[in-house]
């Protein structure tokens, strides 16, 4: 990994506290998802580091707060331009500990960025507003202020993503933060505060740590110093924190597991369709809280979108990410292909069809791999790939005969993160992006992500939007002043 590094000084074992980088006692091992070698040995900072960490920016809150927007965007924008400038090595270090391919890795980089670039721009825009009020002689107003040190724990799906999307609002707005990346992805969110570091971010504005989940969980929650913790997750981990977090009424922001139905009704373009599955899909081997997770075909379409898809699912490249063409990289570890596999297991026994795939290719290829999957499930929306978020290759195609059936059946989850309809009847577009009880719906669209719209989920799959101006809204408190006497 560190041959493929241009400036090698990016790769980091330690935590970083106060602008400083800090030992703790030996921990995990990092290790490649394709090749299961070691890249890192990392240390866990503990309850004691998340301590130090959220007194460092609970000092660093009381100046960022008060430094004019222009200058802590000015800030921002440079982590920005280095992060664009180093794309290529923090991209390697994706491939490398999360294993998706290094075009789609430093793709993320890149994704990544443009929250920062935006929250930059945002915060300057975080305007209140004057009130008309019942009191005579007297006068309202808003303003919104940074809320205070945010404690921010992320997944692995997107190492370097989901810290800039979270982190880079935060900032901007005049928030501290401490960051927890998840275990087997450390090394991209440390290579994201050197990067601050050199951007000139102050010491303890900024702060990455690694270690024991609950440990450190427990700290970010009880304390009464962070005004906010933010999530992205699974719901169980999301729950947690959040009972957690009501001992202190800190607020929450919460990314948590979907079950994306993608819709595609019998006036669809079916090309375009089964590329948008293909597309949602396949991203990061299929494991991201919006992948398409049941295909709901409109059943006079299904025959035709089920070859259209055996067809793309054929060409599919599998292996290591650094590989020329491969397009589908390996799952996050074993575990992550044993519990795929369980899930097409129950497919077959239930009787569903699998026209390609169905099993796992770790021993062939030598790393945690899964073979890209094409299962026809019917109308049996009680198999487990229906009930569950499958996180992996496996697409499961049902069929559904009426419109009202596909979204009563979209619709009957605890999820509600995001939706896919293909369709070209623009009556059909109102009436079922408004049915389906989700919070991003892209029609004709496979992806919903963007720096300037809002992302975030209804029911089990979270609280809370980033992205666009709400995200930056998020890390702030609106506050309410009534001058009378006027
Ligand atoms: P996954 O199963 O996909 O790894 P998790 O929800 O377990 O999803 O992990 C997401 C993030 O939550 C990771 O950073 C992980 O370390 C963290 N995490 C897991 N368990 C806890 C916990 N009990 N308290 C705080 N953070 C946790």
Not at 146 to 156: F, L
Not at 189 to 216: M, Q, S, Y
Not at 443 to 464: D, Q, R
């Amino acid at each position: 990994l560190l041959d493929r590094l241009k400036d090698k000084a990016l790769f980091k074992t330690q935590s970083f506290i106060n602008g400083a980088w800090v030992e703790g006692k030996p921990w995990i091992e990092v290790t490649s998802p394709s090749n299961r070698a070691v890249l890192a040995q990392m240390s866990d900072v503990g309850a004691k580091g998340a301590e130090d960490a959220i007194a460092a920016a609970a000092e660093a809150f009381k100046t960022w707060k008060t430094t004019s927007v222009f200058e802590r965007a000015a800030l921002v924008k440079k982590w920005h331009d280095l992060i664009i400038e180093h794309a290529d090595d923090l991209g390697h270090l994706i491939t490398a500990e999360m294993g998706k391919p290094f075009p789609e890795a430093r793709g993320e980089v890149v994704y990544g960025a443009g929250f920062v670039d935006w929250s930059a721009e945002e915060a300057k825009r975080s305007h209140g507003e004057t009130i008309q009020t019942p009191f005579p002689g007297s006068r309202g107003w808003t303003i919104h202020q940074p809320i205070g040190v945010v404690a921010c724990i992320t997944p692995w799906n997107f190492p370097s993503a989901m810290i800039t999307r979270k982190c880079a609002p935060a900032l901007a707005a005049g928030c501290t933060v401490v960051v927890k990346p998840a275990p087997e992805t450390p090394l991209s969110a440390l290579a994201l505060a050197e990067l601050a570091k050199r951007a000139g971010i102050p010491d303890g504005v900024f702060n990455v740590i690694t270690g024991d989940a609950p440990a450190i969980g427990d700290v970010f929650t009880q304390s009464d110093t962070v005004r906010m913790v933010g999530f992205t997750g699974s719901t169980p981990v999301g729950k947690l924190l959040m009972k957690q977090a009501s001992s202190t009424v800190k607020r929450v922001a919460l990314e948590l597991g979907g079950n994306a139905p993608f819709l595609i009704m019998d006036d669809a373009d079916i090309e375009k369709a089964a590329d948008g599955v293909i597309a949602s899909k396949f991203r990061a081997s299929g494991q991201t809280c919006v992948s398409a997770n049941r295909i709901i075909a409109h059943a006079p379409i299904a025959d035709k979108l089920i070859a259209a898809l055996k067809t793309r699912i054929e060409a599919i490249k599998v292996g290591d990410g650094l590989t020329e063409g491969v397009t589908v990289g390996p799952l996050i570890h074993d575990e992550a292909v044993a519990r795929v596999d369980k899930l097409v297991e129950n497919a077959r026994e239930r009787g569903a069809v699998i026209h390609t795939g169905g099993k796992s290719l770790a021993e062939e290829l030598g790393g945690s791999f899964y073979a890209p999957t094409l299962i026809e499930g019917g109308t049996d929306f009680e198999l487990e790939l229906a009930c569950f978020e499958i996180f992996g290759p496996v697409c499961a195609v049902y069929r559904v005969e009426t419109e009202d059936e596909m979204i009563e059946l979209a619709n009957s989850t605890p999820f509600g993160l995001a939706a896919y309809l293909y369709t070209r009847d623009v009556g059909r577009v109102h009436r079922i992006s408004e049915a389906l009880d989700f919070g991003m719906i892209g029609v004709n669209a496979p992806m919903v992500g963007s720096p300037a719209t809002p992302f975030g989920g209804v029911k089990e799959s979270g609280i809370g939007r980033e992205g666009g101006k709400w995200g930056v809204e998020e890390f702030t408190e609106l506050k309410f002043v009534l001058l009378s006497g006027v």
